[in-house]
């Protein structure tokens, strides 16, 4: 464990560490642009800088190894002074055009204008021009205007996702990100991770592009449901006090964009790009509106004196468990129905055309984010209907009901538009994982928690709750 000093403090550093690594995991701040915790180290950016005590020059700390002894300023003169002139280069043929870009207040180029330099361009030539617009995949627009060659992008593509996909051609002034190497960006699974790591408005996700500030969101942490690696995530809606109250009101409860939130124990500050259309395939999806007895709509007292119905006169109930549950909704399901039914493990989603099944990376076979709770209360044997089958509960999506035992009543709980809904004895249109709290475990056995977003429309019902009430009434069954 070398011993460094930073600004005159003493820092035990790891002997694998650089001088950037040991500060920041010391509470120093040094900036930087192009290097990033998850990728080699590329020295391009110059902006992260530092001092070492007696020299009259400047060094880059994200390459600078520890060493015993060693002692760093990170905010001498002649750092200051670098890093002022670091910033006037790097914004040299920028357009800022912070105005109308997408990543303005958030973005890290923004931020070190303010800090280490605020004063106008000192040249006095005309700013080179570059391409604005380039479609770089059919989600992502690349403006190379604003792009400072942090070479971030191309890194991932090589280093994470291995798609190849991107590369930089010319030289000078003229150099441009450009697609390149064995894939375009449109096969990488994972392209979307390149529009957060970019550290300026250069790499522009489309499905976000000029849809809202992002001063007007905020987000709240979830995971995504679209395999059972449950990666963690955060929803961006609009906050509040910027509720539109007289335009548009369904963007007060629209998900604007969906990105990772980082846990190194389960995604690391990745997703595919999978849960970033979460919006799209699943929160928007047309929805059930109404509970239902045999496709005529009721109120939900009605539907729950039904099932009760049902239930107390089954001798022989079998359910159909859903892998997309919560911990929280497994749970009450246990509690309501384990001790008289045969309960089966469901698979509510499956691979979809064009969608990558699994990968070393990311991404899982099991498209259900909770299999693994699921399992563990209700095992994991293959659906089967007894022959003295007298009823169904089924909960969720995914099962044909063409597969059920001929004329034996059914409950269906499903939270999405489906044919199969006017067809069960009795209905419930279950909320959104956007409209209530719970958690997931995912196939490491490692929980992650979400939050509710919106509340859920009324005439939709927590499944938590059904079980719950469908539970009191095993309790006063004849
Ligand atoms: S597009 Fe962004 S991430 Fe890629 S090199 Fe340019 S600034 Fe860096
Ligand atoms: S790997 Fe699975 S859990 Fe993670 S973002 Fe992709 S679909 Fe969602």
């Keep these: 464990m070398p011993q460094i000093f930073i600004d005159g403090q003493p820092v035990q550093a790891r002997s694998d560490q650089t001088v950037l690594q040991a500060a920041l995991e010391n509470g ?157 960006l449109d096969d990488d699974p994972y392209s979307d991770n390149i529009v957060d790591i970019c550290p300026v408005g250069a790499l522009l996700s489309k499905s976000f592009l000029y849809k809202s500030r992002v001063w007007y969101l905020k987000a709240t942490p979830s995971v995504c449901p679209g395999c059972e690696r449950g990666c963690n995530i955060d929803l961006w809606h609009r906050k509040p006090e910027w509720f539109l109250r007289s335009l548009d009101k369904a963007q007060n409860v629209t998900i604007e964009r969906i990105t990772p939130r980082e846990n190194a124990a389960v995604n690391g500050p990745w997703v595919c790009n999978k849960a970033r259309d979460l919006a799209k395939t699943v929160f928007e999806r047309p929805r059930a509106a109404a509970p239902m007895r045999k496709g005529r709509e009721v109120p939900v007292d009605e539907a729950l004196g039904a099932a009760r119905a049902l239930l107390a006169k089954a001798r022989h109930p079998v359910a159909l468990v859903s892998s997309a549950g919560s911990n929280e909704e497994l749970q009450a399901f246990q509690q309501a129905f384990a001790e008289r039914m045969h309960c089966f493990v469901k698979t509510d989603s499956v691979v979809q055309p064009g969608e990558p099944v699994a990968d070393e990376l990311l991404i899982r076979a099991d498209k259900n984010p909770n299999r693994y709770t699921a399992r563990a209360l209700f095992g994991d044997a293959p659906i089967g209907f007894p022959p003295e089958t007298d009823l169904v509960v089924v909960w969720g999506e995914g099962f044909a009901f063409t597969e059920l035992p001929r004329g034996v009543p059914v409950i269906f709980l499903n939270a999405f538009l489906a044919p199969e809904n006017g067809h069960a004895d009795v209905f419930f249109p279950l909320s959104l994982q956007t409209e209530r709290s719970g958690s997931y475990t995912n196939f490491q056995g490692i929980t992650s928690r979400f939050e509710a977003c919106f509340p859920k429309p009324a005439s939709v019902v927590d499944a938590q709750t059904v079980f719950g009430a469908l539970t009191l009434a095993q309790a006063v069954a004849p």
């Design 28 to 184: 120093f701040f040094i900036p930087r642009l192009c290097w990033h915790p998850q990728l080699s180290i590329a020295g391009n950016c110059r902006i992260c800088t530092v001092q070492v005590e007696g020299r009259s020059w400047v060094e880059i700390a994200c390459n600078m190894p520890v060493a015993e002894g060693l002692k760093v300023l990170t905010d001498s003169e002649i750092v200051r002074e670098n890093r002022k002139a670091t910033m006037q280069f790097l914004t040299l043929n920028h357009p800022v055009d912070c105005g109308v870009c997408d990543k303005a207040g958030e973005c890290t180029l923004q931020d070190y204008h303010v800090a280490f330099n605020g004063t106008p361009s000192v040249s006095h030539d005309a700013k080179v021009h570059a391409t604005k617009f380039y479609e770089l995949s059919e989600r992502i627009t690349l403006d190379n205007e604003r792009c400072i060659l942090c070479s971030r992008c191309v890194r991932f593509t090589r280093e994470i996702s291995r798609s190849n996909a991107l590369g930089i051609v010319n030289r000078g002034d003229h150099s441009l990100v450009r697609p390149a190497g064995d894939r375009p």
